[in-house]
């Protein structure tokens, strides 16, 4: 019966909170404390059902690493120095209100560590998974979740076996996996396949005297780069998060912290404009431009899912107590409200302190801040997929000269592979377009998917002072009026001309019988 509450309890505070368009985590969280106050506990099942949710997690973390994207000097130097600094802030912090060293040296690890979860809706929400600031937010999370990786590992403190270095021989079943894959064509052995493969991996280091979520965590990066690890972390997705309720409910059930712990928690929420400064400041010294260093700084200033993870864990070993926990889920909690709301509004925000932050920027750009040049080309598309190929290929065809534009870095190559000439370009950047020379373009045709990309490019694009044709492609009408207000010349709306063409042929067709 208790099973019951849990979910009803669950369910209720995540479509509250949702509501005010925060993560459901932060209801889960919340629910498990209010049930604290009434006496429950999770029991045995439900940390069984949070233990298989953070496998899962740790699975489709290990499917997204990318080796060679990662291991950047830049990347590696932001994630680890920001780390460093967070550490020795925060520890003499976490010793004044009680803590060892030991256990404040762990605190100050946990609390360096940005959101996975937030980071990566943010960033799906303005279509930016593939912009330069979003690579490098989700290249530090992964330097950070591997950090947090290596937390458990030795918050856990097994004795290895004497079989584990036989676990340097498991890359070479990557071929057998990628084979066994290659023969997998129904969607739910699709799902199944990955939830074996975690469980799999997780039991094998469990039983070699390792952490349990290094296994998922190996599991996963066997299978990452194969063009399938996308759709598998897909089919997992719903598993994953149903799982992990369990998991946020049993942090919740921790309880309140105390009057001290409210006061740390206090504190390092105050912190947290620190960190941000302190993210922006390293990107600015590993040379990123302004807007870059401002939007990843601002994406990863969070507090982490992960430091109720690893934090968990680290409780269960008597490494840092329960009441720290708490302590955890609140700052958790307090950081999601704060950033959420801003996280809606950074362009905005951006333009009112770039008169400030801008003058940060050093001399020389970053490698991937290349100067943008369009050459001779009349006609700019923005969006090189399906439909942005199509209009691509049909004006190459009739002569004209015409250049290609998008943010994802695979599809560029993907573009430039089948003879396209595409640029890297992120469309809602207002500096690309008052540095790019537009005077040549006399049509932009933005064929994209997402609905406030396309109206704030739109919009950016007016601004900055460029009076040719705009073309847009959408599937609603309430966003061609949007994009029309904007400054749009002209929408195309393919499900609805598609409709009317379809009605032509039907009358067409009937006229003789």
């Known amino acids: 019966m208790m099973e019951f509450l849990w979910i009803g309890f669950a369910f209720v505070f995540g479509f509250l909170v949702s509501r005010l368009r925060l993560p459901p985590l932060v ?3 919340l629910a498990g404390i209010v049930l604290s106050f009434t006496g429950h506990n999770g029991g045995t099942l439900l940390k069984e059902i949070a233990h298989l949710g953070v496998i899962f997690l740790l ?3 290990g499917l997204s690493i990318r080796i060679r994207s990662m291991f950047r000097v830049d990347i590696l130097g932001i994630a680890i120095l920001h780390m460093a600094v967070t550490v020795a802030i925060i520890t003499p912090i976490a010793m004044i209100f009680g803590n060892s060293l030991q256990s404040a040296l762990v605190i100050g690890i946990l609390l360096g560590f940005s959101s996975t979860v937030l980071t990566a809706k943010t960033l799906e929400r303005r279509n930016e998974l593939g912009a330069l600031y979003g690579r490098a937010a989700i290249g530090i999370l992964i330097v950070q979740d591997l950090i947090a990786i290596a937390v458990i590992a030795w918050s856990e403190g097994a004795a290895p076996s004497v079989f584990t270095p036989l676990l340097l021989l498991l890359p070479f079943l990557r071929p057998l996996l990628i084979r066994l894959l290659s023969l997998v064509q129904e969607d739910e052995l699709w799902m199944m396949y990955g939830l074996a493969l975690a469980a799999g991996g997780a039991w094998l280091f469990s039983e070699l005297g390792l952490s349990g979520e290094l296994g998922a965590l190996i599991a996963g990066m066997l299978l990452a780069s194969d063009e399938r ?7 997992l997705w719903g598993v994953r998060e149903a799982f992990l309720v369990a998991f946020f409910l049993d942090v919740g059930l921790n309880g309140f912290p105390p009057f001290d712990g409210l006061m740390f928690a206090s504190v390092l929420t105050l912190l947290l404009p620190l960190k941000f400064l302190l993210f922006y400041g390293l990107m600015i010294l590993f040379r990123y431009r302004a807007r870059t260093s401002f939007l990843t700084s601002l994406s990863l200033t969070t507090y982490s899912e992960f430091a109720l993870i690893a934090g968990a864990i680290a409780a269960s070993t008597g490494v840092i107590s329960p009441e720290t926990l708490s302590v955890f889920g609140v700052i958790v909690i307090l950081s999601f409200i704060i ?5 809606t509004i950074e362009e905005k925000i951006w333009r009112g302190l770039q008169p400030v932050l801008g003058r940060l920027e050093r001399e020389g750009r970053h490698t991937e801040h290349e100067t943008l040049s369009l050459g001779s080309a009349q006609f700019l598309i923005i969006g090189m997929g399906n439909a942005g190929k199509a209009a691509y290929d049909r004006l190459k065809l009739e002569q004209k000269p015409v250049v290609g ?3 994802d870095p695979d599809r560029i190559e993907r573009n430039i592979r089948e003879g396209r000439k595409v640029l890297y370009g992120d469309i809602q950047d207002r500096d690309l377009w008052e540095n790019v020379d537009l005077s040549k373009i006399r049509s932009i045709m933005i064929a ?10 739109t919009k950016t694009l007016r601004e900055t002072g460029f009076d040719g044709v705009i073309y847009a492609l959408t599937m609603k009408e309430s966003e061609a009026e949007r994009l029309r207000e904007a400054g749009a010349s002209s929408v195309s709306i393919p499900i609805r001309e598609a409709g009317e063409r379809l009605a032509e042929l039907s009358v067409s067709e009937t006229k003789d019988l």
């Open 448 to 457: 994209m998917g997402n609905d406030v990309v396309k109206v704030n490019a």
């Open 229 to 235: 690890s996308d759709q598998i972390a897909k089919k």
């Open 59 to 61: 699975f489709t973390v």
């Open 405 to 407: 534009m998008d943010i």
């Open 339 to 343: 950033n959420t709301p801003l996280s």
């Open 27 to 29: 209801g889960y969280l």
